[in-house]
């Protein structure tokens, strides 16, 4: 059925009797919103935090030869 095996129905269940039915679109709202901010952290594209690079000016790279 839908590819769940045994275990993952038991899982299921069990995560309905903690959290209830009504708190589970909450959950998977929550947790879709994490994974989506750790996989842009392994990206790298959340660069807000880091510092602009150093600009080169010609003059600086012509006293460096």
Not at 1 to 28: D, K, Q, W
Not at 40 to 64: A, F, I, T, V, W
Request: charged share 20%; net charge positive; hydrophobic share 40%.
């Amino acid at each position: 059925m839908f590819g769940l095996s045994l275990g993952h129905l038991i899982i299921l269940a069990v995560v309905v009797l903690l959290f209830g039915h009504r708190r589970l679109p909450e959950l998977g709202h929550a947790l879709g919103k994490a994974l989506g901010a750790f996989k842009k952290g392994l990206q790298g594209k959340d660069s807000e935090y880091l510092p602009p690079p150093p600009k080169n000016h010609p003059k600086d790279l012509e006293d460096h030869q």
